[in-house]
């Protein structure tokens, strides 16, 4: 199994162009989540999903947009980039009612 | 807000040192808690979990944590690092009232830097 897998891994974009990073899991997992990690500030939620076509704002939403179309697929939408985007992008998966979550290997994102 | 604090944002130690690190979460209620691990360039691997009895959980690697209902604490804890043990390491506590979302809180982080 792959577990959690993240696609691109790095990632470079000028302010204002659109990007959409995907996660995979091919664990049957009900839930998915979508985290940025910057120094000093742990992970932060951005969005999550506790099924299929069902999609919910985080702790930091804005600028972001989600979509689950496929149970195993998740995928993170930026619009319009702005630098304070940048950031490590991680993704990760739980079993339904569960709290122990599987992350991805994560997306270094640039916007310049 | 919930939050988790850790208070190390930054330990340096000598291989053969103790570790200890402080975790504190604000959450009164029941609480699931976790002891994440990231090594340089890696994503987030578990280390251990407490869900409830034994307040004292062994992981992997051994380290272990203690979980003091009554100082809201889950400290985690190793007898000897090893230089291998250089990573981040990243508390964290289920959201009150996320029984059916799985949502969890992490707190800020702490970079244990083992110098052979």
């Known amino acids: 199994n792959a577990g959690v897998t993240q696609t691109p891994k790095f990632r470079v974009l000028k302010t204002g162009q659109s990007m959409t990073l995907l996660c995979a899991q091919d664990m049957n997992h009900e839930y998915m989540y979508w985290y940025r990690q910057d120094p000093g500030m742990g992970l932060r939620l951005i969005h999550y999903?506790?099924?299929?076509?069902?999609?919910a704002k985080g702790e930091v939403p804005d600028g972001y947009n989600v979509s689950r179309l496929k149970k195993q697929n998740f995928l993170l939408g930026l619009e319009s980039a702005a630098p304070s985007q940048t950031s490590v992008y991680f993704c990760a998966s739980s079993f339904f009612r569960s709290y122990e979550q599987y992350f991805g290997p994560g997306t270094r994102l640039t916007v310049t | 807000a919930q939050s988790v604090s850790q208070h190390n944002h930054h330990v340096i130690l000598s291989e053969a040192a103790s570790l200890e690190l402080g975790c504190n979460y604000s959450y009164g209620g029941t609480v699931n808690l976790f002891w994440y691990v990231q090594y340089p360039g890696q994503h987030l691997q578990l280390l251990l979990k407490y869900f409830s009895g034994d307040p004292l959980v062994k992981g992997i690697k051994g380290f272990e944590a203690e979980f003091i209902k009554s100082k809201f604490s889950f400290n985690l804890r190793k007898p000897s690092v090893q230089w291998s043990d250089t990573a981040e390491y990243f508390c964290a506590v289920n959201a009150p009232g996320s029984s059916n979302t799985g949502k969890l809180i992490f707190g800020q982080g702490t970079t244990l830097q083992v110098k052979p």
């Open positions: 999903s506790v099924g299929e076509g069902t999609t």
